[in-house]
């Protein structure tokens, strides 16, 4: 269990980003109404929508993961990989996306512009080579840590 400050600072970035989780739990809503399963995941600080029904993957908003699996600690390629910019074992979906939750709690409403600004979905994007940093490593979830 975090210490006290830590709870205080992620229970303010929760309070920061809720205009992203308003529209995750909208999403996850959607999904349950054909499917999708939900349940809050604490290691990932998220509510987990689990088998949603369309599209592929996995999405974050907010302290909200969506994805099309039944779990979300499966192996996935890193956008480098998917890229062609060489080969690199497969890390877990679930350190991917969580890295996305560190980041929208310190972003906030800031994040989906400043997201779509630096590339959107693209091995180009620094917070999408953030998120695998971190599910490689552990570290460097923040997207202009260091150089990649």
Do not use: K
Not at 73 to 101: I, K, M, N, Q
Not at 114 to 131: D, I
Request: aromatic letters at 12%; one cysteine or more; a positive charge.
């Amino acid at each position: 269990m975090p210490c006290p400050l830590l709870r205080g600072v992620i229970a303010l970035g929760m309070c920061w980003t809720l205009p992203n989780t308003l529209l995750g739990v909208l999403a996850g809503c959607v999904g349950f109404m054909f499917g999708a399963r939900m349940r809050w995941q604490r290691r990932e600080l998220a509510l987990v929508v689990r088998c949603w029904p369309w599209g592929g993957g996995a999405l974050t908003l907010g302290n909200v993961i969506v994805h099309t699996g039944e779990r979300l600690d499966t192996p996935c390629f890193t956008y480098a990989h998917r890229a062609g910019r060489g080969v690199e074992p497969p890390v877990s979906l679930a350190d991917h996306e969580r890295a996305h939750v560190y980041q929208y709690l310190l972003l906030g409403p800031l994040f989906l512009p400043l997201y779509l600004l630096c590339g959107g979905v693209s091995v180009r994007n620094p917070f999408e080579r953030a998120a695998d940093r971190y599910a490689q490593s552990g570290y460097g979830w923040w997207p202009w840590a260091g150089r990649d």
